[in-house]
């Protein structure tokens, strides 16, 4: 079993465990599409056996670099960061880092104001939609003064996102004219009903239809 006494210290209840296990388990299907068996019954044995898988993942380098994608922990200093460090934040972490937490109100907004912003008066702007969207969850936390950590990529975040945005771009059309268009980077050929990717993709944007 793994010896993590400074972890539970920090580690006050069984809610605790639980969430940080949750939040392993969410990551670990996500990034090798099948499930994380962690045995025990009591929470500090399950939590022992879940380390240890982890641990056993994380040495290799594949596999870390994916659960980080999987954990939305996509930040500076990844290559040093420990099990203890991924731990740690998920314990202590209470920031809106789903989705699914969001409002369809705040979304469409912060949607149309990166748009607006983005856009420019008589021509047409292109913008990768990585970027695009980095801008709208940006937005969304700081008009709603919430904290939160959802990363753009190929994650559980983005057939959400893509899902708002394609609605969005739908109201957008006019007999006239579209204020928004996603289309795929190389600007051929058609969108993928359900694209896996940002990088793959831009955003036209007119900012007269919007």
């Known amino acids: 079993m793994a010896d993590f006494s400074s972890d539970r210290a920090m580690l006050a209840s069984s809610k605790t465990y639980s969430k940080v296990i949750s939040e392993i388990k969410k990551a670990w299907l996500e990034a090798f599409g099948e499930e994380l068996v962690v045995c025990g019954s009591a929470p500090t044995s399950r939590f022992d056996s879940m380390v240890d898988e982890l641990r056993r993942r994380w040495a290799r380098r594949d596999d870390k670099e994916r659960l980080i994608v999987a954990l939305d922990l996509e930040e500076g200093g990844n290559e040093k960061k420990s099990v203890e460090d991924v731990i740690d934040k998920l314990a202590a972490d209470n920031l809106v880092k ?60 983005f057939p959400r996102l893509f899902q708002w945005l394609g609605e969005y771009a739908n109201s957008t059309e006019w007999e006239d004219g579209v204020g928004l268009k996603i289309r795929n980077l190389s600007g051929r050929g058609r969108v993928a009903q359900y694209p896996t990717d940002p990088k793959l993709l831009k955003v036209v944007i007119d900012r007269g239809y919007l």
């Open 98 to 157: 789903s989705v699914d937490d969001l409002t369809a109100n705040q979304i469409f907004a912060a949607i149309h104001a990166v748009a607006f912003d983005s856009g420019s008066d008589g021509e047409l702007v292109e913008m990768g939609l990585d970027r695009f969207l980095r801008l709208v969850v940006r937005r969304i936390f700081d008009d709603n003064k919430i904290n939160g950590r959802i990363n753009i990529g190929p994650n559980r975040h």
